[in-house]
T-cell receptor
């Protein structure tokens, strides 16, 4: 099956800083999604982004499907951005998600 | 409000015991899923079900069992055959046949004592 690698594994930011998280895939991706897991374990869907660029407030994401990677941008980070960010590919057969290992983000005040 | 409810939030199990984790959704979603998360790692698929009375094994099904007797419910049993059951378990649902609308529950943290 497809392998999903995320980098960096850990990220410490000062409040207000910008950052970029990366997701690499071993095979073609069709339905890339980004999730945020808060410190209490709740997973929230941030973006469905099979290709192109999307923005939602201070977050934006870009997927270059032909080169098998996606980027998540966090601008003007806030302490509430802390948690783990996952990318995942959704396969249409069974609607199953294959997750990367995540990037753990800590935003310090 | 529509959503997914997992219970209990915390569960302690003695070695050799079976335990059942509850997952209920009122989103009218056809598909439901169970994922396992170990500390510092991503999620791995245990079982999934696309319709009532049908389910398939995921990547790490050994030592687990499920049932799907109702559309709203997809309980997961962690059996004594699961050698390392301590983990965070997340249930999810999706409309099925679509590529968006994935919704997760808040999780159950299982600890073997």
């Amino acid at each position: 099956g497809i392998q999903v690698e995320q980098s960096p594994p850990d990220l410490i930011l000062q409040e207000g800083a910008n950052s970029t998280l990366r997701c690499n895939f071993s095979d073609s991706v069709n339905n890339l999604q980004w999730f945020h897991q808060n410190p209490w374990g709740q997973l929230i869907n941030l973006f469905y982004i099979p290709s192109g660029t999307k923005q939602n407030g201070r977050l934006s994401a870009t997927t270059v499907a032909t080169e098998r990677y996606s980027l998540l941008y966090i601008s003007s980070s806030q302490t509430t951005d802390s948690g783990v960010y996952f990318c995942a590919d959704l396969k249409a057969a069974g609607n199953k998600l294959t997750f990367g290992g995540g990037t753990r983000v800590l935003v310090k005040p | 409000d529509g959503g997914i409810t997992q219970s209990p939030k915390y569960l302690f199990r003695k070695e050799g015991q079976n335990v059942t984790l509850s997952c209920e959704q009122n989103l009218n979603h056809d598909a439901m899923y169970w994922y396992r998360q170990d500390p510092g790692q991503g999620l791995r698929l245990i079982y999934y079900s696309q319709i009532v009375n049908d389910f398939q094994k995921g990547d790490i099904a050994e030592g687990y069992s499920v049932s799907r007797e109702k559309k709203e419910s997809f309980p997961l049993t962690v059996t004594s055959a699961q050698k390392n059951p301590t983990a965070f378990y997340l249930c999810a649902s999706s409309p099925g046949g679509m590529i968006s609308g994935y919704t997760f529950g808040s999780g159950t943290r299982l600890t073997v004592v």
